[in-house]
């Protein structure tokens, strides 16, 4: 078993405390025997370990303990892009279904009323069910703003029920395009990334509601936080360049923590591969870094964590919104 730097910094912990199987303390036992920073680190943690145990038993903090076991989560594999958008069009409509009258005036997040927000959601479905093996369509956010805007009018005299079913029949045939072949262009996006844009927006839109409304949301799923957070990673070279940022030839490792939370180690350039050792180890929880993509979060209310290059780290959370819609 050969193991990585990403992968040692992983085991070095149990490594200290002995807690490897053989076979991996084997493979760490080679690596730090090639590696003189990484049996450094080892032997700086053994110390500290000792330590620890000569110093007899503590009480950790009950906050400590507490974080831990939030971030201590099974990690879970994503969804299907077609079951995240079931999934999340479920949450969506339980909220719909707790809204009364004086609900649907309210202003949400990105300044449309609750009842507007629902319409703009069938807008773009709409759009995006319309645009299906059309090549030179290009729904992007400045399109999105424009076609929201335009037909809102249409249904400034519809009843909000009339405005529920227009959104459910938009959602069916937007979901139904999962028979299509894979490499079916929907709103110029290859047809698995169309379907999990448009449950990141739901997603994205329930809670803009359950703000706005005072509602309690249903918990969002931990797979389809992670289905989620798989295609904002691997926006983030795009985004980065989108915003300005040039760093060829760097690597960046994405720590997600939390339900649905993953590990990715990314280019930070679009044109090249990803590098074997990270310049920078982003940590940070999936939902902030999500609503940071979604661009509901500013840079300074992300909880993130950068080890080595912090500057490309905040670059990485500051970009993440960069495609951002309504």
Same mark, same amino acid.
């Given at each position: 078993?050969?193991?990585?730097?990403?992968?040692?910094? *992983?085991?070095?912990?149990?490594?200290?405390?002995?807690?490897?199987?053989?076979?991996?303390?084997?493979?760490?036992?080679?690596?730090?025997?090639?590696? @003189?920073?990484?049996?450094?680190?080892?032997?700086?943690?053994?110390?500290?370990?000792?330590?620890?145990?000569?110093?007899? @038993?503590?009480?950790?903090?009950?906050?400590?303990?507490?974080?831990?076991?939030?971030?201590?989560?099974?990690?879970?594999?994503?969804?299907?892009?077609?079951?995240?958008?079931?999934?999340?069009?479920?949450?969506?409509?339980?909220?719909?279904?707790?809204?009364?009258?004086?609900?649907?005036?309210?202003?949400?997040?990105?300044?449309?009323?609750?009842?507007?927000?629902?319409?703009?959601?069938?807008?773009?479905?709409?759009?995006?069910?319309?645009?299906?093996?059309?090549?030179?369509?290009?729904?992007?956010?400045?399109?999105?703003?424009?076609?929201?805007?335009?037909?809102?009018?249409?249904? @400034?005299?519809?009843?909000?029920?009339?405005?529920?079913?227009?959104?459910?029949?938009?959602?069916?045939?937007?979901?139904?395009?999962?028979?299509?072949?894979?490499?079916?262009?929907v709103g110029g996006y290859a047809l698995a990334s169309a379907l999990v844009i448009r449950a990141f927006e739901t997603w994205t839109h329930c809670h803009d509601i359950a703000l706005a409304t005072g509602k309690p949301e249903v918990d969002v799923e931990a797979p389809v936080m992670r289905?989620?957070?798989?295609?904002?990673?691997?926006?983030?070279?795009?985004?980065?360049?989108?915003?300005?940022?040039?760093?060829?030839?760097?690597?960046?490792?994405?720590?997600?923590?939390?339900?649905?939370?993953? *590990?990715?180690?990314?280019?930070?350039?679009?044109?090249?591969?990803?590098?074997?050792?990270?310049?920078?180890?982003?940590?940070?929880?999936?939902?902030?870094?999500?609503?940071?993509?979604?661009?509901?979060?500013?840079?300074?209310?992300?909880?993130?964590?950068?080890?080595?290059?912090?500057?490309?780290?905040?670059?990485?959370?500051?970009? @993440?919104?960069?495609?951002?819609?309504?």
């Open positions: 078993m050969d193991v990585t730097r990403s992968e040692f910094q *992983d085991l070095v912990g149990a490594y200290a405390l002995d807690a490897c199987d053989p076979e991996e303390a084997a493979a760490i036992d080679a690596y730090v025997a090639e590696h @003189a920073d990484a049996a450094a680190e080892a032997e700086r943690l053994r110390d500290v370990a000792a330590w620890l145990g000569a110093a007899g @038993a503590l009480h950790p903090p009950v906050a400590l303990r507490d974080r831990l076991l939030a971030a201590a989560v099974l990690p879970v594999e994503p969804l299907p892009p077609a079951d995240a958008l079931r999934r999340e069009t479920a949450r969506f409509d339980l909220l719909l279904d707790s809204l009364d009258d004086h609900d649907l005036e309210r202003p949400t997040e990105n300044g449309l009323t609750v009842r507007d927000l629902v319409t703009h959601v069938a807008i773009v479905d709409e759009a995006f069910v319309a645009s299906a093996d059309d090549e030179s369509v290009f729904i992007d956010a400045a399109s999105v703003e424009r076609m929201t805007h335009a037909r809102l009018p249409e249904a @400034a005299d519809w009843t909000f029920a009339q405005i529920r079913e227009r959104t459910r029949t938009a959602r069916e045939s937007l979901v139904a395009l999962e028979g299509r072949p894979a490499e079916t262009r289905t989620m957070a798989e295609l904002a990673v691997q926006t983030l070279p795009l985004a980065l360049a989108a915003r300005g940022y040039s760093y060829p030839g760097r690597t960046a490792r994405v720590v997600m923590t939390g339900p649905g939370g993953g *590990d990715w180690t990314i280019s930070c350039d679009a044109t090249e591969a990803a590098g074997a050792v990270p310049d920078v180890v982003l940590r940070v929880p999936i939902v902030e870094f999500c609503r940071r993509f979604a661009d509901r979060l500013a840079v300074d209310d992300v909880p993130f964590e950068a080890d080595g290059d912090t500057d490309l780290g905040r670059a990485l959370v500051d970009a @993440a919104p960069a495609f951002a819609g309504l």
